[in-house]
């Protein structure tokens, strides 16, 4: 996926990029824990020490042994992880407590928000918040049984709302859903101090709106359940204007709960609702691809081509999840993110790159496919997409693998016959690793190649910066116009971190990052 950053926004995303989403999630969610617990010593926040470790011990075993039993039922890798994090967002929405009829209540929470990952799926992905569908069922059933307990979103503390804030902030600038994330709390608090100024004044009291702002912002959950529960990139949908169109929906039901028989649309509910909106927007990006050969771009780069089942829409720039069903997944699944590297021009013709060298299985599965063989593309996402003025002059920067997304942008201004101010630094280990060349060429752009080793028979127009490593001060020296330019850069969180004081002097900085958990 794609985010534009602030010039300082750099250093930090290279930063926490070096840790896997899980792990920063988990760790996240774990600090909040500790937190939490030493401010229920304090009796700071609503449940004692001993329902909060009790209750979290209930939590993670129900989520943990339920994940298990699927995961060996479906022949599917462990990850312990993701029980976890499901476990420890329950901890925080649900009530916790002491009463063996309510600690049976979070493990049916528990169970079901687990069980939903295998059941409620789509082409192996999830629809539904699991911690929201665990939360939801919880509720309802708890009109006939209110001692199993529901939803408290205890969570929503003004002690709590610091530590939210900033760990969300940082799960957000790695999972580039910050803006979404904001568009939601303004959306939520915006709805509620609405809704609680027309019940003052209903009840014949004052509204004091500098304390009823504070309370909105501070001692509601929309911190959390923004930060760390719709911002899950398994279920939003794929275009950033379809995640704002589902902010504002969550926020606005959030915000002002509407009544369904004996419960409300209001928080998790509220996720429910926008999930399934969400599952909508991804149904017309879903096609299946016909396998037709693949061929040998450099020693360590393929490429694969397709021939899609059905026309389907994307931008230049864009990537697809495909899907590879293949027997002992490893922990990541059998599913992948891959920029388009052809055009929509091309189409029904689709084309992929990728690096060897990974023994995931799914790399070897992938490498096994036959040609003739159906592979199903689960959605199409990102926002890296060039300016829309065609007067806008660019600065594409790609490491190695990282040119793919480019390769679409250039294939789609030759076939649509543009003419844009586009030069291409690209960056690779040795010169035999140059990818593409012909499609980039073809464009007729400016190329600066930083390589180890000198090139040879380069096309016209393609110059050599020299051995060194690229930084930020050869950068510059290679696009000394750089301050006029949009940058865009396709690459790893090293490349943006080394590449940082240069690119801050850019108009505009975009990456092209890859994240999910």
Known sequence: MSVTLSAGSTRVLGLIGRVSM??????????????????????????????????????????????????????????????????????????????????????????????????LVWRGRHIFNPAATGASVLTIVSIWAPDLGSSAWWVGSPWLAAPVLVLGVLLLLRTDKLPIVVVFWAVAMAVAFTRTSVQFQAAGFPVDVPSVLLQVAFSSPFLFLGAFMLSEPLTLPPRRMQQYVVAVLVGVLAGWPIPVGEVTLGQERALLVGNLVAFLFCLRAAVRLQVEGRRDLTPTVRELTFRAARPFSFSPGQYLELDVPHRKPDGRGTRREFSIASAPEDLPEVRIAFKDGSQSSYKRALAAVEPGSTLAVTGVWGDFVLPSRSTSPVLLVAAGIGVTPFVSQLRHLVATDQQRDVVLVYVVSDAEELAFRDDIAASGIRVVVFTRDEPHDLPAGWEWAGPDRVDASSLVRAVPDLAQRAAYVSGPPRLITALAPALSKAKSLTTDAFAGY
């Open 22 to 119: 899980y792990r920063l999630v988990m760790a996240s969610l774990g600090l909040l824990a500790v937190i939490s617990l030493v401010l229920s010593f304090a009796g700071l926040v609503v449940p004692e020490p001993l329902e909060l470790v009790a209750s979290a011990v209930v939590l993670a075993l129900a989520c943990v042994a339920t994940d298990l039993v699927a995961q060996s039922v479906l022949r599917m890798p462990r990850r312990v992880e993701s029980s976890l994090i499901t476990a420890a967002i329950l901890l925080f929405v649900l009530r916790p407590t002491l009463e063996p009829v309510g600690l049976a209540g979070l493990a049916l929470a528990g169970v079901v928000a687990s069980a939903s990952k295998y059941l």
